[in-house]
């Protein structure tokens, strides 16, 4: 019977003219309703869409006549078919680039589970096939799969666009001119040019009218290298197939969108409706709760004691000073100023706080888990524990452990962000910075957060009501790695809960730091830094009034492996930034790179900000004396574990170091002994001055290669600083990076304790050395290899990353002592096995490699 539908459709006389009337065609649709009824393999169709499909099969392909008006029909169905699938995927791919494609439509993304609801909900907005070029099963997702409705359903539901002024399905102002706006342009003119498909057909003023408009969203989406095609198509030949052929896809395109456009109304009708059902229970629930909070106050109000027998008795009120703290967070932990040297780079928390990625670690061997926390969940019990009351928090130099901590304080004090069952119904929330505590717990929150005339038995009365409420007290200790070693006792105590054993406790610690106190800890976390896509939305907002920066440092870093690697590191980050800015968009291609143009930029100001003349010397030669004087401080500082100096620490040195910009001036945290302190705002920025001073040293042959390695300190607490001496010394010499690197290697051959641990600091040294211009790190590797004369070698745990397991294979090329390789439970993907794989052909001495338990 379908067939004799289809057979009646081509009725038609010898002049190629329909004979198809109007009573023929309801004809026909009782006929398919009467099939469609009986027949369960039939695609059911409505009305509408069945008098289409009528129209197509009632089209003479074979005895079709072109003209100039169906001509131009063809053309404008061509570009909106052709062009704007083109000029759509590139808006999405600018969105979301091909390189971090495959993780924004990850089974972890936020956009899995979007997109998952529109393919398996009830009214299945995306079908099998684009399901499949979402999620391939053998290559992966390219965005040049896609066809023009899946890459309209993907730009409404998954790009963080925002619904034109005048919604999806009307034509904008012309004044309004966003992307969402020439999304929705090119929907209208397609809508507007299949109006004429009874016909076919568009007359020349109209063809002219249509094109331009329509010529003008797509260059304004897709940039002005569209502009070229689409004067070319305006005027290119086609044949009647062709244009059929564009009819076609036009009808098709119109009837895929307005089925996805009638269930995505329907879902949204669904979601308002339970929507106004929670808003009505809820409203019930309330009135419930604010009955039952009311007679709750009457039976308070009748057991309170009055305020003038409160202070008659002796009972102490602790609003007043927790409200002083939270007013301090408000205003101190609030703001961010990351660099002294550069003032007007500050901004507010919760303006460009962007989410770090913080995964639990399990507390048997440490290995990090795919569970993401996020800060209203911290104390939450899991797996490990039922009732966590400690909270480690590790991270490496720069990764946000402090912002992190900076923004809970502000969120406790500013009563944001967190669910009534977390961190805010905590009665008080002390926020302690390690490397300002100078004796005990009490003096500590003295000194940090209490008023300084303050009385001392209001005090002790605090210090009281703590150990009373110890259950609802949070003790939050930024940076146990900048603890005073004199007082690491008492804070192991209060960990271990053998001081105030009942309060809640959440330390932030470097991982070497961290190593000591994780036994001691019921929760373990990782701030791993930004993703790509959060790196990206960080940079967003920091040039959000300047785009054009923003969408030159985004490319850079979605094509550079390299900078993608550093801006991990939210720190890192930041400063590219603010390079970016300062350098007009030139960047730096390590880390090591970043910190010398950071002092670069940081001296330029200064001869700005003091009047000296433009000059085309290099700076840092230039100020060598100052910097080199400067490096020894930090060097001396971090062996003393000291961050910051007072002012007769510095002597006469201390007004001209400080005016340069590098050290923050500020008085003392300590309101016992008031005076000037000078520190370097972040740790990363002492450890790169005094690896400065390290590479002066050698440059200097004041100090050799070897006698540096020799001093085990640099590969334990001052191993940031042998790093940053790699890198730098890579920038101002290959010959002396070479030394260093075989110098590593000759320490670890007359090592028997903790070899892996030396090797995987050496391959991180090698990898600051990282540059744009050639493959140094790799020479530096085989360097390496070359010299390092053990026998065996055993990485465990995770201890390699993908970038050192390359650099390990590079070195392994060449070495002829290595006969044994334990890499087991380390993370290989399918590129590192690919570089072992290679160097095993080569080397012949190694004979066994362990790779149990690896994962990629």
Same mark, same amino acid.
């Given at each position: 019977?379908?067939?004799?539908?289809?057979?009646?459709?081509?009725?038609?006389?010898?002049?190629?003219?329909?004979?198809?009337?109007?009573?023929?065609?309801?004809?026909?649709?009782?006929?398919?309703?009467?099939?469609?009824?009986?027949?369960?393999?039939?695609?059911?169709?409505?009305?509408?869409?069945?008098?289409?499909?009528?129209?197509?099969?009632?089209?003479?392909?074979?005895?079709?006549?072109?003209?100039?008006?169906?001509?131009?029909?063809?053309?404008?169905?061509?570009?909106?078919?052709?062009?704007?699938?083109?000029?759509?995927?590139?808006?999405?791919?600018?969105?979301?680039?091909?390189?971090?494609?495959?993780?924004?439509?990850?089974?972890?993304?936020?956009?899995?589970?979007?997109?998952?609801?529109?393919?398996?909900?009830?009214?299945?907005?995306?079908?099998?096939?684009?399901?499949?070029?979402?999620?391939?099963?053998?290559?992966?997702?390219?965005?040049?799969?896609?066809?023009?409705?899946?890459?309209?359903?993907?730009?409404?539901?998954?790009?963080?666009?925002?619904?034109?002024?005048?919604?999806?399905?009307?034509?904008?102002?012309?004044?309004?001119?966003?992307?969402?706006?020439?999304?929705?342009?090119?929907?209208?003119?397609?809508?507007?040019?299949?109006?004429?498909?009874?016909?076919?057909?568009?007359?020349?003023?109209?063809?002219?009218?249509?094109?331009?408009?329509?010529?003008?969203?797509?260059?304004?989406?897709?940039?002005?290298?569209?502009?070229?095609?689409?004067?070319?198509?305006?005027?290119?030949?086609?044949?009647?197939?062709?244009?059929?052929?564009?009819?076609?896809?036009?009808?098709?395109?119109?009837?895929?969108?307005?089925?996805?456009?009638?269930?995505?109304?329907?879902?949204?009708?669904?979601?308002?409706?339970?929507?106004?059902?929670?808003?009505?229970?809820?409203?019930?629930?309330?009135?419930?709760?604010?009955?039952?909070?009311?007679?709750?106050?009457?039976?308070?109000?009748?057991?309170?004691?009055?305020?003038?027998?409160?202070?008659?008795?002796?009972?102490?009120?602790?609003?007043?000073?927790?409200?002083?703290?939270?007013?301090?967070?408000?205003?101190?932990?609030?703001?961010?100023?990351?660099?002294?040297?550069?003032?007007?780079?500050?901004?507010?928390?919760?303006?460009?706080?962007?989410?770090?990625?913080?995964?639990?670690?399990?507390?048997?061997?440490?290995?990090?888990?795919?569970?993401?926390?996020?800060?209203?969940?911290?104390?939450?019990?899991?797996?490990?524990?039922?009732?966590?009351?400690?909270?480690?928090?590790?991270?490496?130099?720069?990764?946000?452990?402090?912002?992190?901590?900076?923004?809970?304080?502000?969120?406790?004090?500013?009563?944001?962000?967190?669910?009534?069952?977390?961190?805010?119904?905590?009665?008080?929330?002390?926020?302690?910075?390690?490397?300002?505590?100078?004796?005990?717990?009490?003096?500590?929150?003295?000194?940090?957060?209490?008023?300084?005339?303050?009385?001392?038995?209001?005090?002790?009365?605090?210090?009281?009501?703590?150990?009373?409420?110890?259950?609802?007290?949070?003790?939050?200790?930024?940076?146990?790695?900048?603890?005073?070693?004199?007082?690491?006792?008492?804070?192991?105590?209060?960990?271990?809960?053998?001081?105030?054993?009942?309060?809640?406790?959440?330390?932030?610690?470097?991982?070497?730091?961290?190593?000591?106190?994780?036994?001691?800890?019921?929760?373990?976390?990782?701030?791993?830094?930004?993703?790509?896509?959060?790196?990206?939305?960080?940079?967003?907002?920091?040039?959000?009034?300047?785009?054009?920066?923003?969408?030159?440092?985004?490319?850079?870093?979605?094509?550079?492996?390299?900078?993608?690697?550093?801006?991990?590191?939210?720190?890192?980050?930041?400063?590219?930034?603010?390079?970016?800015?300062?350098?007009?968009?030139?960047?730096?291609?390590?880390?090591?790179?970043?910190?010398?143009?950071?002092?670069?930029?940081?001296?330029?100001?200064?001869?700005?900000?003091?009047?000296?003349?433009?000059?085309?010397?290099?700076?840092?030669?230039?100020?060598?004396?100052?910097?080199?004087?400067?490096?020894?401080?930090?060097?001396?500082?971090?062996?003393?574990?000291?961050?910051?100096?007072?002012?007769?620490?510095?002597?006469?040195?201390?007004?001209?170091?400080?005016?340069?910009?590098?050290?923050?001036?500020?008085?003392?945290?300590?309101?016992?002994?008031?005076?000037?302190?000078?520190?370097?705002?972040?740790?990363?920025?002492?450890?790169?001055?005094?690896?400065?001073?390290?590479?002066?040293?050698?440059?200097?042959?004041?100090?050799?290669?070897?006698?540096?390695?020799?001093?085990?300190?640099?590969?334990?607490?001052?191993?940031?600083?042998?790093?940053?001496?790699?890198?730098?010394?890579?920038?101002?010499?290959?010959?002396?990076?070479?030394?260093?690197?075989?110098?590593?290697?000759?320490?670890?051959?007359?090592?028997?304790?903790?070899?892996?641990?030396?090797?995987?600091?050496?391959?991180?040294?090698?990898?600051?050395?990282?540059?744009?211009?050639?493959?140094?790190?790799?020479?530096?590797?085989?360097?390496?290899?070359?010299?390092?004369?053990?026998?065996?070698?055993?990485?465990?745990?995770?201890?390699?990353?993908?970038?050192?397991?390359?650099?390990?294979? #590079? &070195? /392994? @090329? *060449? $070495? %002829?002592? +290595? !006969?044994?390789?334990? =890499?087991?439970?380390?993370?290989?993907?399918?590129?590192?096995?690919?570089?072992?794989? #290679? &160097? /095993? @052909? *080569? $080397? %012949?001495? +190694? !004979?066994?490699?362990? =790779?149990?338990?690896?994962?990629?």
């Amino acid at each position: 019977m379908r067939g004799e539908v289809v057979e009646m459709g081509y009725l038609w006389n010898t002049q190629g003219t329909s004979l198809l009337t109007e009573d023929g065609v309801q004809i026909l649709w009782s006929v398919y309703k009467n099939i469609g009824t009986e027949d369960k393999n039939l695609k059911p169709l409505t009305e509408k869409d069945f008098l289409v499909d009528v129209i197509v099969m009632a089209t003479p392909s074979l005895l079709f006549t072109s003209s100039k008006e169906t001509t131009n029909y063809a053309r404008l169905c061509r570009l909106l078919v052709d062009v704007g699938s083109q000029v759509l995927r590139s808006a999405f791919d600018k969105i979301h680039p091909p390189a971090t494609l495959p993780i924004v439509l990850g089974k972890t993304s936020v956009h899995h589970a979007t997109l998952q609801s529109l393919y398996t909900g009830k009214k299945k907005v995306l079908n099998p096939t684009q399901w499949k070029k979402l999620y391939p099963l053998r290559s992966p997702v390219s965005s040049t799969t896609f066809d023009i409705t899946l890459l309209t359903v993907l730009l409404r539901n998954i790009c963080g666009l925002s619904p034109p002024a005048t919604g999806w399905d009307h034509l904008p102002p012309d004044t309004n001119k966003s992307i969402t706006d020439d999304i929705a342009r090119i929907k209208y003119y397609r809508n507007t040019v299949y109006g004429h498909a009874s016909q076919a057909s568009v007359d020349d003023t109209g063809f002219s009218s249509y094109w331009k408009e329509i010529r003008e969203a797509l260059v304004r989406l897709g940039g002005a290298r569209f502009r070229a095609d689409i004067d070319n198509l305006e005027h290119d030949c086609m044949d009647p197939d062709i244009e059929q052929h564009y009819r076609e896809l036009m009808i098709q395109w119109k009837k895929d969108d307005d089925s996805i456009k009638d269930k995505l109304e329907e879902m949204e009708e669904v979601i308002k409706q339970s929507l106004e059902q929670m808003r009505g229970e809820m409203e019930t629930k309330l009135t419930r709760m604010e009955i039952e909070l009311k007679e709750l106050k009457e039976k308070l109000g009748k057991q309170t004691v009055s305020a003038s027998e409160c202070k008659n008795g002796g009972v102490f009120d602790s609003t007043e000073l927790i409200d002083g703290i939270c007013q301090l967070y408000k205003t101190r932990e609030g703001w961010l100023s990351p660099f002294p040297w550069c003032e007007e780079f500050q901004f507010f928390v919760g303006d460009i706080f962007t989410r770090l990625k913080v995964v639990r670690r399990k507390k048997t061997r440490g290995v990090i888990t795919d569970k993401i926390i996020t800060m209203s969940s911290l104390l939450n019990p899991h797996e490990e524990c039922s009732e966590p009351r400690t909270v480690l928090i590790e991270g490496k130099p720069g990764m946000g452990k402090t912002t992190y901590c900076k923004k809970c304080v502000y969120d406790w004090a500013t009563k944001e962000n967190f669910p009534q069952d977390c961190v805010s119904s905590m009665k008080a929330v002390l926020f302690l910075k390690c490397r300002d505590i100078k004796s005990g717990i009490w003096e500590a929150i003295d000194d940090q957060l209490l008023p300084q005339d303050l009385e001392e038995g209001v005090k002790e009365q605090f210090f009281q009501f703590i150990r009373d409420n110890q259950s609802s007290i949070l003790l939050i200790l930024d940076g146990l790695d900048e603890l005073p070693s004199s007082n690491v006792p008492w804070i192991s105590e209060l960990i271990e809960g053998r001081l105030l054993p009942k309060c809640y406790i959440v330390a932030t610690a470097r991982h070497e730091a961290g190593v000591k106190v994780r036994k001691c800890c019921d929760t373990l976390l990782e701030v791993e830094g930004f993703t790509e896509a959060q790196a990206q939305e960080f940079i967003a907002k920091y040039f959000r009034e300047k785009s054009e920066l923003a969408e030159k440092l985004s490319v850079r870093i979605s094509r550079d492996g390299n900078l993608a690697e550093m801006c991990a590191n939210p720190l890192n980050a930041a400063l590219l930034c603010l390079l970016c800015e300062e350098f007009g968009g030139t960047l730096p291609e390590n880390r090591a790179k970043l910190y010398l143009d950071m002092i670069e930029c940081v001296l330029r100001r200064y001869r700005i900000k003091t009047e000296l003349p433009d000059t085309k010397e290099d700076l840092t030669n230039l100020y060598k004396s100052q910097l080199k004087t400067l490096g020894l401080i930090a060097r001396n500082g971090l062996i003393d574990e000291k961050l910051d100096f007072e002012e007769d620490e510095l002597g006469k040195l201390a007004s001209g170091l400080a005016a340069f910009g590098f050290l923050s001036v500020h008085l003392g945290a300590s309101k016992l002994r008031p005076s000037l302190h000078y520190a370097f705002l972040h740790k990363s920025f002492q450890e790169c001055f005094a690896a400065f001073y390290v590479c002066c040293e050698i440059q200097d042959k004041q100090i050799t290669p070897e006698e540096l390695v020799s001093d085990t300190r640099y590969f334990i607490e001052l191993k940031q600083v042998l790093l940053f001496s790699c890198g730098i010394l890579a920038e101002w010499s290959d010959q002396q990076a070479a030394a260093l690197v075989t110098s590593m290697a000759d320490r670890v051959g007359i090592l028997h304790h903790h070899i892996s641990w030396h090797v995987r600091v050496s391959l991180e040294a090698i990898n600051e050395c990282k540059r744009k211009k050639d493959d140094f790190h790799l020479k530096l590797a085989r360097c390496f290899g070359y010299n390092m004369t053990k026998r065996m070698l055993n990485f465990k745990r995770r201890s390699l990353s993908k970038e050192l397991t390359i650099i390990l294979s #590079e &070195a /392994i @090329k *060449v $070495n %002829k002592t +290595l !006969t044994y390789l334990g =890499l087991c439970s380390n993370r290989i993907g399918d590129a590192d096995a690919t570089s072992i794989a #290679e &160097a /095993i @052909k *080569v $080397n %012949k001495a +190694l !004979t066994k490699i362990k =790779l149990g338990q690896v994962s990629a």
